[in-house]
């Protein structure tokens, strides 16, 4: 991964699930959660943003945002945040995925012996001066925010 920590963080505008724009640079001045998932409602999916719920307080405690980025629409997105009650924001990177290309998280998947391109879970810690602060390329879905917030020495 070209990313590193200390890098900029590549900035972007993308629609939340009301299609609103949220821009990473109008949140310049507190640390952002950027987590990049395949799919609304599925399994990994949905035990990562529950993760996430989970956990919202202390990530709001310390005035963390949490922002989830899939190919997904804001319909979809807006049921999946319905069905689960999820506090954070949800952003919609449709086809050709642009910002998750950005992040190095979009290419080439396996599964099952096809190949296709899709959204890989990668999940970036953005600091107060929009420099990455954490980079994750390994996740596990169901301990995600636990992991943050471990590293950062919030748990």
């Known amino acids: 991964m070209a990313l590193q920590i200390g890098d900029p963080a590549p900035d972007f505008t993308l629609p939340d699930q009301d299609g ?5 640079s109008g949140l310049k001045g507190q640390r952002v959660v950027i987590y990049f998932y395949p799919k ?44 689960y009650s999820l506090p954070f924001t949800l952003l919609t990177d449709e086809e050709p995925c642009a910002v998750a290309a950005s992040y190095e998280s979009y290419g080439l998947k396996k599964f099952m012996g096809r190949e296709y391109m899709g ?37």
């Open 40 to 83: 609304d409602d599925t399994p990994g999916c949905t035990k990562e943003a529950c993760n996430f719920r989970d956990q919202w307080s202390v990530f709001e405690q310390h005035g963390i945002k949490v922002l989830g980025i899939s190919k997904d629409g804001a319909a979809s997105h807006g049921k999946f945040m319905a069905k």
């Open 20 to 24: 609103h724009p949220v821009s990473l």
């Open 119 to 155: 959204m890989m879970r990668h999940t970036f810690v953005v600091d107060a001066e929009g420099k990455l602060e954490r980079v994750y390329t390994k996740v596990k879905a169901e301990t995600m925010a636990d992991d943050i917030l471990k590293d950062l020495g919030l748990a």
